[in-house]
């Protein structure tokens, strides 16, 4: 297999389409890298700074009901908020005082000290245990949600792994190749049985996200960068990805690369982002959307490469890519996606352009594809029993 | 704080298993002196012990002798005793997963595996054969009392009889030079060996009084290296709470200190102190709840699992040379598998149901009432900790 070198091309070329070239970047739940305080975030949007600790269940609805419209606290669940992207946007969404963060991790010490080393405030954050490496325990992590009493506004599956360096696969306690069974699968039970509670929310702006990487995107120079990603017909996929009788890679490919299963299992963020919206959007008011922040490359989702990677990768991006981004930054940029009233149009993938503006990107020919986002819909389901 | 969730509510999940590996659960270092002329007595009645499965008639018989004052489950005249639920903390590897498989694999218990690994513990139940019909694996992560009080929520809602919870899981950090830090900010080996666990049990005391379980009992384990009546005790460092002005201090290290004695923080003693505290609050637990509740509260020391990755932060020479040393110079060694035996006999064996008991096994395997040190059997040292320690964890 190519090494994770060819990631870094000697030459650049101009890309046809209005987009960063960037390498893929996300923030995990399962990596533990030292946390630095992150910075403070502004928002674009007008902000206030809560004075007082929220209501013991926050979400409630204020009493006045009358020609006032004053919107309630949102609640917001992040998976994989420990560290990188999702631990920058909870703080971002937090300390508007806007919002109650439900912090989804797997690791529930981790968590509780990246809130703190944030400095994000007692009462506007809770940690509840998820482990989307198992499907009992997200639906333990639905009850226990619903148990808690709070409405839900918005979903974030932010959390992944990425194992670039890896020539055999691991699996998930039900038996799934590890990166589509955390990115892909467990996210997509997940945000199947949240639904319901969504669409039950009285709140103004209710709102779906999964995050997005260019890297699946074949239509960009990152996502030339081999191995590509492809899902082929979903054999792999359809014989549950167990890698003894049949295939850990989703298009049932004999040789398992770990940085292809991962930028497959973007384009299965991708694609049921889009047949989310195709189901439901029209009929439950919710906004689905994807977005790519930028590389952040300093977060410790590369943690598993080589060290030589780690080092040059950042600076790379920084001066030759031009597609670094700040961990504060993307923080923004997701919370603007979960919160701002002009990002409220669905079924859009969400990219930055260098000045900071958010535009809708285009995705590739195969993320765009309505019978394979339908396929994947179908043997998701089987494969996580909602079927 | 994070705020707390208010409710939470749990079907009944049961864990898919999947391949894995173990690598980490308590386990206790030290020696076994049966034979030496320290202060070590058998006890007859532990003598007698049968590790053979006894039938279920026979089961019933012993549980009416041993609890004359529980009523039986079925007024009619037929005694069928219902599975039994235990709940152990630090079930994903080493002696809490020996426990859970032998308790399992008997058919007569469900075991809900409170573990802060949850993929692990899933990957290590199914690794270790266990019929998934019969665990259920819940989240639990000790170092954060948040996690401790969602957990018993969860626990709750899965609409189970609690019958047994066993407190086994630890960390130990024999090499540290500085303390790290639970989400509460105490210092982590009492923290979660015995701040998380105390706060756990004095929650579910409350559903173990509710059970209809004949036999309802509350296990803490403890170790040798915690007595220093012992030789593995006296080696250095040595446990010592002194007057606990650590613990009351907070054990965070800011203004104060690690150690709950107050002293300079040392890894091994930091560990050795909480097993202390551990076999402290089972007899406190003992002397104020179990005339007036019935249950059963027990300590027991199963040997030196050294295989155990309980020293997985230790250095590899250590790794290496502790089991050959355990096995064959202090004869102290025994297996993960003849542990986890052991534990599940003093959960579920009918002639161990006698209450503020610290179980030991002599070579023979046969179990006796082993002595505690003068410190660890302090009765108003007992108490002061007792109220330290609900202070710290918010009962008080």
């Given at each position: 297999?190519?090494?994770?070198?060819?990631?870094?091309?000697?030459?650049?070329?101009?890309?046809?389409?209005?987009?960063?070239?960037?390498?893929?970047?996300?923030?995990t739940?399962f990596?533990?890298?030292?946390?630095?305080?992150?910075q403070?975030?502004?928002?674009?949007?007008?902000?206030?700074?809560a004075?007082?600790?929220p209501?013991?269940?926050?979400?409630s609805?204020t009493?006045?009901?009358?020609g006032?419209?004053?919107v309630?606290q949102?609640?917001?669940?992040?998976?994989?908020?420990?560290?990188?992207?999702?631990?920058?946007?909870a703080?971002?969404?937090?300390?508007?005082?806007?919002?109650?963060?439900?912090?989804?991790?797997?690791?529930?010490?981790?968590?509780?000290?990246?809130?703190?080393g944030?400095?994000?405030?007692?009462?506007?954050?809770?940690?509840m245990?998820l482990?989307?490496?198992?499907?009992?325990?997200?639906?333990q992590?639905v009850?226990?949600f619903?148990?808690?009493g709070?409405?839900?506004?918005?979903?974030?599956?932010?959390?992944a792994?990425?194992?670039?360096?890896?020539?055999?696969?691991?699996?998930t306690?039900d038996?799934?190749?590890?990166?589509?069974?955390?990115?892909h699968?467990?996210?997509?039970?997940?945000a199947?049985?949240?639904?319901?509670d969504?669409?039950?929310?009285?709140?103004?702006?209710?709102?779906?996200?999964i995050?997005?990487?260019?890297?699946?995107n074949?239509?960009?120079?990152?996502?030339?960068?081999?191995?590509k990603?492809g899902?082929?017909?979903?054999?792999?996929?359809?014989?549950?990805?167990?890698g003894?009788n049949?295939?850990a890679?989703?298009?049932?490919?004999?040789?398992?690369?770990?940085?292809?299963?991962?930028?497959?299992s973007?384009?299965?963020?991708m694609?049921t982002?889009?047949?989310l919206?195709?189901?439901?959007?029209e009929?439950?008011?919710?906004?689905?959307a994807?977005?790519?922040p930028?590389?952040?490359?300093?977060t410790?989702l590369?943690?598993?490469?080589?060290?030589?990677f780690?080092?040059l990768?950042?600076?790379?991006?920084?001066?030759?890519?031009?597609?670094?981004?700040?961990?504060?930054e993307?923080g923004?940029?997701l919370?603007q996606?979960?919160?701002?009233?002009s990002l409220?149009?669905?079924?859009?993938?969400?990219s930055w352009?260098?000045d900071?503006a958010?535009?809708?990107?285009?995705?590739?020919?195969?993320?765009?594809?309505?019978?394979?986002?339908?396929k994947?819909?179908?043997?998701?389901?089987?494969?996580?029993?909602l079927? | 704080m994070?705020?707390?969730?208010?409710?939470s509510?749990?079907?009944?999940?049961?864990?898919?298993?999947?391949e894995?590996?173990?690598?980490?659960?308590?386990?206790?270092?030290?020696v076994?002196?049966?034979?030496?002329?320290?202060?070590?007595?058998?006890a007859?009645?532990?003598?007698?012990?049968?590790?053979?499965?006894?039938?279920?008639a026979?089961?019933?018989?012993?549980?009416?002798?041993?609890s004359?004052?529980?009523t039986p489950?079925?007024p009619?005249?037929?005694k069928?005793?219902r599975?039994?639920?235990?709940?152990?903390?630090g079930?994903?590897s080493g002696?809490?997963?020996?426990?859970?498989?032998?308790?399992?694999?008997?058919g007569?218990?469900?075991?809900?595996?409170?573990?802060?690994?949850?993929?692990?513990?899933?990957r290590?139940?199914?690794?270790?054969?266990?019929?998934?019909?019969?665990?259920?694996?819940?989240?639990l992560?000790l170092?954060?009392?948040d996690?401790?009080?969602q957990?018993?929520?969860?626990v709750?809602?899965?609409e189970?009889?609690?019958?047994?919870?066993?407190?086994n899981?630890?960390?130990?950090q024999?090499?540290?030079?500085?303390?790290?830090?639970?989400?509460?900010?105490?210092?982590?080996?009492?923290?979660?060996?015995?701040l998380g666990?105390?706060?756990?049990?004095r929650?579910?005391?409350?559903?173990?009084?509710?059970?209809d379980y004949?036999s309802?009992r509350?296990?803490?384990?403890?170790?040798?290296t915690?007595?220093?009546?012992?030789?593995?005790?006296?080696v250095?460092?040595?446990a010592?709470?002194?007057?606990?002005?650590?613990?009351?201090?907070?054990?965070?290290?800011?203004?104060?200190?690690a150690m709950?004695?107050?002293g300079?923080?040392?890894g091994?003693k930091?560990y050795?102190?909480?097993k202390?505290c551990?076999?402290?609050?089972?007899?406190?637990f003992h002397?104020r709840y179990?005339?007036?509740?019935?249950?059963t509260?027990?300590?027991?020391?199963?040997?030196?699992?050294?295989?155990?990755?309980?020293?997985r932060?230790?250095?590899?020479?250590?790794?290496?040379?502790f089991?050959p040393?355990?096995?064959?110079?202090?004869?102290?060694?025994?297996?993960?598998e003849?542990?986890?035996?052991r534990l599940?006999q003093?959960?579920?064996?009918?002639?161990?149901?006698?209450?503020?008991?610290?179980?030991?096994?002599?070579?023979n395997?046969?179990?006796?009432?082993n002595?505690l040190?003068e410190?660890?059997s302090?009765?108003?040292k007992?108490?002061?900790?007792w109220?330290?320690?609900?202070?710290?964890?918010?009962?008080?």
């Open positions: 297999m190519a090494l994770q070198a060819a990631l870094l091309p000697s030459t650049l070329s101009s890309v046809p389409k209005k987009c960063s070239i960037a390498v893929a970047a996300k923030d739940a990596l533990s890298v030292s946390q630095k305080k992150v403070a975030a502004s928002l674009s949007v007008r902000t206030r700074v004075t007082t600790a209501v013991a269940t926050p979400g609805s009493a006045a009901k009358d006032k419209k004053t309630r949102g609640v917001v669940v992040i998976t994989g908020a420990s560290s990188g992207l999702g631990l920058a946007a703080k971002a969404l937090a300390e508007t005082g806007k919002w109650h963060v439900v912090m989804a991790c797997r690791d529930f010490l981790k968590a509780a000290k990246a809130a703190k944030a400095g994000m405030a007692d009462g506007s954050y809770t940690i245990h482990d989307l490496a198992s499907l009992d325990s997200v639906r992590f009850d226990s619903r148990r808690a709070m409405p839900l506004d918005s979903l974030v599956c932010n959390a792994i990425y194992r670039p360096t890896a020539r055999t696969p691991t699996f306690a038996g799934y190749e590890m990166s589509v069974g955390v990115n699968l467990g996210h997509f039970l997940l199947r049985l949240l639904l319901d969504m669409q039950k929310s009285d709140y103004p702006s209710r709102r779906l996200i995050l997005g990487s260019i890297t699946g074949t239509n960009t120079l990152a996502g030339n960068i081999p191995p990603a899902l082929g017909d979903l054999r792999g996929l359809a014989a549950g990805l167990r003894q049949g295939s890679m989703i298009d049932g490919s004999e040789s398992f690369d770990g940085a292809k299963a991962y930028k497959d973007k384009i299965c963020n694609l982002m889009q047949e919206h195709r189901r439901y959007h009929e439950t008011g919710i906004t689905f994807s977005l790519y930028g590389c952040i490359a300093t410790g590369f943690r598993e490469h080589i060290p030589l780690r080092l990768f950042p600076p790379f991006q920084k001066f030759v890519t031009k597609g670094f981004v700040s961990e504060a993307s923004k940029r919370a996606v979960v919160s701002d009233p409220t149009k669905s079924g859009v993938y969400w352009n260098k900071s958010s535009f809708e990107n285009q995705l590739s020919q195969e993320a765009s594809d309505p019978e394979k986002a339908k994947l819909w179908e043997i998701s389901e089987k494969l996580v029993g079927a | 994070a705020l707390q969730a208010a409710t509510f749990l079907p009944s999940a049961l864990s898919a298993r999947k894995g590996s173990s690598v980490k659960d308590s386990a206790f270092l030290g076994h002196l049966a034979d030496d002329g320290l202060k070590l007595e058998t007859a009645l532990g003598l007698r012990t049968k590790r053979v499965i006894t039938s279920v026979i089961r019933a018989q012993a549980a009416a002798v041993s004359p004052s529980v489950a079925s009619s005249g037929k069928t005793l599975k039994g639920t235990a709940i152990i903390t079930a994903s002696l809490g997963l020996a426990t859970a498989k032998a308790l399992a694999e008997t007569k218990w469900h075991v809900i595996m409170a573990c802060r690994d949850f993929l692990k513990a899933s290590a139940a199914k690794a270790a054969g266990m019929d998934k019909d019969s665990f259920t694996v819940v989240h992560d170092a954060s009392l996690s401790v009080r957990f018993v929520k969860n709750r809602q899965l189970m009889p609690v019958d047994v919870v066993v407190c899981a630890a960390v130990y024999p090499t540290a030079k500085e303390p790290s830090y639970t989400a509460d900010g105490f210092e982590m080996s009492v923290g979660v060996n015995h666990h105390f706060l756990l049990a929650e579910l005391l409350s559903d173990l009084q509710s059970s004949p309802k509350l296990i803490i384990v403890g170790s040798i915690g007595n220093t009546n012992t030789l593995a005790g006296n250095p460092p040595k010592n709470l002194g007057d606990l002005r650590g613990l009351a201090g907070g054990l965070n290290g800011i203004g104060g200190s709950i004695d107050g300079e923080f040392d091994a930091a050795k102190d909480s202390v551990n076999m402290l609050t089972m007899q406190e002397r179990h005339e007036e509740t019935g249950v509260f027990a300590s027991l020391y199963p040997g030196c699992i050294a295989t155990t990755g309980l020293f932060e230790h250095i590899p020479l250590f790794r290496l040379l089991p040393f355990q096995k064959y110079i202090t004869k102290g060694y025994v297996s993960e003849e542990a986890g035996k599940s003093v959960v579920s064996d009918p002639s161990l149901t006698k209450s503020g008991v610290y179980w030991s096994w002599n070579k395997s046969a179990s006796f009432e002595q040190s410190e660890a302090d009765a108003d007992a108490k002061k900790l109220e330290i320690s609900e202070k710290l964890v918010g009962l008080a």
